[in-house]
């Protein structure tokens, strides 16, 4: 079956513009997952959905980050006024309940010039 | 202390070596874990979960000890196609499936 999916898959920007990056779970997943990956580092949390409760936001590095899920499915990122530092990976992933596998999307490069 | 540790590597093996890696987690209420492959440039697969008794799959054996927070991969007969970066990973189990992710153990398997 389709897996995870993410668009686009590169992006390339100036500083200070705002950029959305999407994510589409494997249908059935109730968990969504985003992460950021910079240049030769690990895997940071940035935001976790679970069903239809409240987002855990712990992991958003400024206020300039926010993330929404509609209807459970297709879940944005948006990152305001964009810095070079934001230049990374960003890769969602869905899994079917709580602590269960990941599954992860083949990510989107963004980098900020 | 970081919650999941790795040695970040690289490991330099010959091909048919047997390597190991070690993670250690500092949550001891930790009930799930993982561990999964990237290679360069791709997202992060699962490899295999971690079991309690430990398991097997193949050349890749997976171990868990609770009493020392540590989990373990081996790997028996290196192949070239093994070169990755492997990412322990373990569940926090006070927040609720938010999984956490190691910095990565980096393989590269040589002729």
């Known amino acids: 079956g389709a897996g995870v999916s993410q668009s686009p898959s590169n992006k390339v920007t100036e500083k200070g513009k705002d950029v959305e990056l999407r994510c589409d779970p494997i249908?059935?997943?109730?968990?969504l997952y985003w992460y950021r990956q910079s240049l030769g580092q690990g895997l940071e949390f940035l935001i976790y959905?679970?069903?239809?409760?409240?987002?855990?936001k712990s992991g958003l590095p400024s206020d300039r980050f926010s993330a929404e899920r509609t209807g459970g499915s297709v879940s944005t990122l948006t990152i305001q006024r964009t810095q070079q530092e934001d230049s990374a990976v960003y890769l969602c992933?869905?899994?079917?309940?709580?602590?269960?596998?990941?599954?992860f999307g083949p990510g989107t490069r963004l980098l900020v010039l | 202390r970081k919650e999941v540790e790795q040695d970040p590597g690289p490991f330099n093996v010959p091909e048919g070596a047997t390597v190991a890696f070690n993670c250690t987690y500092s949550?001891?209420?930790?009930?799930?874990f993982f561990w999964y492959r990237q290679d360069c440039r791709k997202e992060p697969k699962l490899l295999m979960s971690?079991?309690?008794s430990g398991n097997e799959d193949g050349r890749f054996t997976a171990q868990l000890n609770r009493a020392s927070q540590y989990i373990s991969l081996l790997i028996r007969d290196s192949k070239l196609s093994d070169s990755a970066t492997y990412l322990c990973?373990?569940?926090?189990?006070?927040?609720?499936?938010?999984?956490?992710f190691g910095t990565g153990t980096r393989l590269q398997v040589t002729l």
């Open positions: 992933a869905s899994s079917l309940e709580r602590g269960e596998t990941q599954y």
């Open positions: 249908s059935g997943h109730t968990a």
């Open positions: 959905f679970q069903g239809n409760s409240a987002p855990d």
């Open positions: 949550n001891s209420a930790s009930q799930s």
């Open positions: 971690v079991y309690s």
């Open positions: 990973v373990v569940n926090g189990a006070g927040t609720a499936s938010k999984l956490t």
